[in-house]
């Protein structure tokens, strides 16, 4: 089946990125990684308004929230504690420095462990990682990746992407002690590039198409299922929120458009008749 997304913010977002839905405060997260500021927003129906932001030097890749709402903040290479009272700690730096490369799409396994991506600003291929940071330090999973984006865990295993490659990585992952199996690949999308990622609750996969201007649901095998069109061609993320978590919304962007159009890096939201799965909230005890 064939969805129309609609724009839904007033605002214009250079890479809008990563997505979150914080269902204790009925609050949606959400970057624009080029202009270093995750943005707060509440959800009017199909509406966001913006009702606050955080300003970082340099990018911010990704954004995560604990259940007392401090915020976890994917910097250029560095992982930021944000309190509830604005104060900031750094915790961790996942890419050392001189490296071209910066974090990009992060987000929380079913356990509460945080993952975060990287891709390269420089003509290194290949050498990108997959980290996750719990209460013993840092672990990395890849370092192998071109593109590392979207994330998502179904029926205990753990999916990204890796969007250069258009392939969808998939691994056994033991929630409970956060030991991985061999990745292998899933499927491959030659069709546009994959980006950002989520899961519903029925076990599929929502996929932006980076190129296309569209979220694709697919099985874990591939199947190609629905699709929803934004009309905005560089899509970048979705995920399930409002308190039925039967709300679509989705980045957009305009970096890399030579004439962006009107709706191009707003956000969209969309009904698709399925709910999405309540997002875990990051431990940092």
């Known amino acids: 089946m064939t969805f129309t997304a609609v724009p839904a913010s007033a605002g214009v977002h250079t890479l809008g990125e990563g997505p979150v839905w914080d269902a204790a405060r009925q609050r949606l997260l959400w970057v624009d990684i080029v202009a270093g500021t995750v943005y707060e927003g509440r959800l009017d129906g199909d509406a966001i308004t913006v009702t606050g932001s955080h300003i970082f030097d340099g990018t911010v890749g990704a954004v995560a929230v604990a259940a007392d709402g401090t915020l976890l903040v994917a910097a250029q290479s560095t992982l930021i504690r ?50 996750r940071l719990d209460g013993t330090g840092l ?12 994330l998502a865990w179904v029926d205990g295993r753990l999916y990204n992407v890796d969007t250069v490659l258009g ?17 292998r690949e899933a499927f491959t999308i030659t069709d546009g590039s994959p980006d950002g990622m989520c899961a519903d609750a029925a076990g599929n996969l929502w996929i932006a ?25 560089h899509t970048s993320c979705p995920v399930f929120a409002g308190p039925g978590l039967d709300v679509l919304v989705i980045t957009t962007a305009t970096t890399g458009l030579s004439e962006p159009g009107p709706d191009d890096g707003r956000l969209f939201t969309a009904r698709v ?8 909230y990051w431990n940092h005890s």
């Open 82 to 131: 944000v309190g509830t009272d604005g104060s900031r700690e750094e915790l961790a730096r996942v890419l050392p420095e001189g490296v071209r490369s910066r974090l990009n799409d992060g987000a929380v396994d079913p356990a509460g462990r945080f993952l975060i991506g990287s891709l390269a600003q420089d003509d290194r291929y290949g050498q990108e990682v997959l980290a």
């Open 139 to 150: 672990t990395y999973l890849d370092t192998d990746l071109v593109l590392s984006n979207g």
């Open 209 to 233: 198409n980076w190129g296309l201007g569209r979220v694709e649901c697919r099985s874990t095998a591939g199947e190609l299922l629905d699709v929803v069109e934004t009309g905005a061609p």
């Open 167 to 183: 392939t969808i990585w998939v691994r056994d992952y033991d929630t409970e002690t956060g030991e991985t199996g061999p990745r």
């Open 273 to 280: 008749g399925v709910r999405g799965l309540p997002a875990p």
